[in-house]
C-alpha cells in the first residue's frame, strides 16, 4: 500500500513541481514517523493570519450565522443521514505522538477518509443528502431527474453517488487540474464526466449555463444570489461530522484546524461547534482555516474584512486540488468574519511527507490512506511542533485540546 501511495504521489508532484523538487518532497527512504519529521517540518513556510473581527471566543452564536448553519439545520440533516445504511460515524483517534511533539494535553484526528468507502470524504455526508431532496421531491420520480454538479473531485464523486444511490442521473464538470483518475473514479460512481477547460470557476460557469439550458437540477456546494438552499443542506450535512466530533471528543476542545477551499465545510464545522459550545455557556475554540499557499481565499478575505476573489497566483498549481479555491462561498462569510481566529497556507512540500507519516500508523492509530486535500491541517501541527513562532502564534501550550480532520481518503488506494 505504501509503493502505491508514494507512486501516486511522486506523479502528483511531478506534475508541478521540477524533478529536483519533487526528489527534495520525497526523498528515497520516506521518514514516516512524527519525530522523524521534525527537520523538514521547521522549514515548511507556513504563512499565520490572526482574524482581527474576530468576536470573543465567550460570544454568543451570532443569529446571522444559522444562515450558514445551525445545531437545527444539523439535526434535520442527520435524521435523514442516520435512516441510510451508508451512514457511520467515522473514527476519531486520539495522535499521542503528534501531541507529545507539539506539547499540548490531546490532537484528536478525524478519519474521513473511511466515509462511505465509494467517496471516501465528508463530501458523502453533502453532497448526497442534497440529491436525495431534489431526487424525492420530484413529481415525475427520481428516475426522471438528472442532477449537476462543478467539482474538484470530492463533491462530484458524493454527487455521482447520491444520484446512483438514489437513482437519479448526474453529470459532473471538472476543470484541466483535475486528475484523469479522479475523472475515473466519479464514473465509477455512474456519472457523466464534463471536462471543462480552464479553473474550478469556469467549470462552475459551464454548469451552471448548461443545467439552466436543459433544466437539470445544480448540486453546487458554493452559494450565489438566489442560491442558497442546496448549499445550506450541503452545510447542514457537513455539520454532522462536527456534531460526531463534539460528542467523540472527551472534554472541550481549545482548537479545531479545518482545510478550506470554498469555506463551506470549514465554516459548517466551525458554526455547528460554535452554536453547540455557546448553547452549554462554553467559549467557543480557536477556529484555524487552512489553505494551500497558492490558493488562499480565506486568509484573502479575511485580512481585507470582505469577501472578493483572491489573486490569481503565478507559477504551478497546488497538489492540494480539493482546496485550490480562489473565490469563497458568501454563505460561509457570517461564520467566518466572527468566528474564524487565525488562517494559515501550507506549502505543497509538506503534503507528501504527511501523508506517509499518516500511512505509516502510530501508537494506536492503524494507517491512514490519506489523500493530498486531506492533510494540510496535520501538516500545520507537524510545522508548529518543529516553529516555535509558529506555535506560540497560533497559542497552542500544554493545556491545548486540539481537533483536525483529514478530510479525504487517497484517491488511488480506493
Ligand atoms: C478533501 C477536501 N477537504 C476540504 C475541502 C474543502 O471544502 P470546501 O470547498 O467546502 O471549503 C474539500 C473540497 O472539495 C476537499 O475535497
Known sequence: MLRVLR????????????AAATADVLPETPVTTCRGLADAAATWQIQHTANAWAAPADAPYPIEAERCVSVAAMQQARAQLETWPEYSVTPLYEHAELADMLGVSSVSVKDESVRVPAVGSFKALGGALAVEDVARLDPAGAASVTVTTASAGNHGLAVAWGATRAGASSRVYIASHVSEAMADRIR???????????????????????????????IQDVAWEGYEAVPQRINAGYAVLAAEICEQSEGDLTHIFVNTGVGGFASA????VWDHYASLGKPRPKFITVEPTQAACAMHCLRNGAVSPAPKPSGPGTVQTGLDCLELTPLAWPVFLPGVTDCVTVPDDAVGPTVEMLAAGSDGIGPIIA????????????????????????????????????????????
Open 371 to 414: 489523500g493530498e486535500s486531506g492533510v494540510a491541517s496535520v501538516a500545520t501541527l507537524l510545522a508548529a511542533a518543529a516553529q516555535p513562532e509558529l506555535k506560540a502564534a497560533l497559542q497552542l501550550t500544554a493545556e491545548s485540546r486540539v481537533a483536525v480532520v483529514i478530510c479525504e481518503g487517497s484517491v488511488s488506494a480506493v
Open 7 to 18: 507512486e501516486h504521489l511522486q506523479q502528483n508532484l511531478a506534475a508541478i513541481l521540477p
Open 269 to 272: 464545522v466551525f458554526g455547528l
Open 188 to 218: 465509477g460512481n455512474g456519472a457523466e464526466v464534463v471536462r471543462v477547460e480552464g479553473s474550478y470557476e469556469d467549470s462552475i460557469a459551464a454548469c451552471i449555463e448548461e443545467s439552466e439550458q436543459n433544466g437539470w437540477e445544480v
